[in-house]
């Protein structure tokens, strides 16, 4: 078995206790004498799987009670429709567009209402995080919407938006789970679990209770109402068992890693390693201003396209792949989620230093 350092953006690295384990499974879940891919959804068995899931995301983000936990079907980008038609009673909403994912958001919601771009570092190819201390919030927003870790351009917020008041949505989707989390900041967290929890597919919605309401807009379909789904505990229709299933393990790797003070330790570590030899660098360079610089996904480049292209060609025969960055920024990113060791970032950061050290 020759496992590579995966540094892909997404789908992206899963731990390999989670993975073993699921492959242990495979064939006979507990004595049950079928995989957990499967069972009914209405059976005991899976139904300890689901609740055991929610409750272990309960006690990683110390979830208060008045929130819902949803686990849903479409992707991250499902809810970027959602999200308009359920929580817009104004028709009004203000975004801050920090990257491609707030953007196309931003673009969906105004099709269901008056989306406005309140803030955005477009100038500067999302570089970094706009001053959103004093931001020109309407005054009748049902929402201000963000898009918390950047996972293309490699920001993320280090202080919340002052939002006058209103309520923060915010999409978690590459950043979940990499430190704690105060949820009551937030009147709706959703994240699509294939970054940082679990297989492509899943998307969990944390929402406050108040904020699941039946007058939604009347063309809502009825499995993108929350009502719908917080009333049926997430099984209105048959959920995405399976992947439901490994982000329940990986819940538990990550309470067994020590919970989200833990991870955060364990993601500076590993950032740090990266960003210092960044810094130090002659030949590579980051992408982004300092301050706003992501734990997860980390952009650079050497700013030579030839030099680029070979350096991503030689990492992946050397085994480190999927670095060659998005195509809007260009350069290399490495995203190095929860299940990155810091094994993989030390190794990689020595490979860029063999290779600037042959090419300078
Ligand atoms: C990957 C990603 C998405 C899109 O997720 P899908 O599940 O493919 O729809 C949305 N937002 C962010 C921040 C992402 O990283």
Known sequence: M????????????????????????MMDYKGSGMSVMEMSHRSKVYDNIIKEAEQDL?????????????????GASQQFAAIPMNLMKNGVADYIITGQWAKKAYEEAQKYGKANAVASSADKTFSYIPDCSDLPISEDADYVYICHNNTIYGTTYKKLPDTKGKILVADMSSDILSQPVNVSDYGLIFF????????????????????????VMEFTPTMLKYKTQADNDSLYNTPPCYGIYICGLVFKWVKEMGGLEAMKVHNEKKAAILYDFLDSSKMFKGTVVKEDRSLMNVPFVTGNEELDAKFVKEATAAGFVNLKGHRTVGGMRASIYNAMPIEGVEKLV???KDFEAANA
């Open 2 to 25: 020759a496992r590579v350092f995966n540094f892909s953006a997404g789908p992206s690295v899963l731990p390999e206790a989670v993975l073993k384990q699921a492959a242990d499974e």
């Open 58 to 74: 309960r006690d990683l983000m110390n979830i208060p009670d008045n929130y819902k936990v949803l686990f849903l079907q479409g």
């Open 192 to 215: 699509g679990v294939q970054k940082n929890v679990g297989p492509a597919g899943v998307v969990v919605v944390i929402i406050r209770e108040d904020l699941i309401r039946d007058d």
């Open 350 to 352: 020595q490979f860029m």
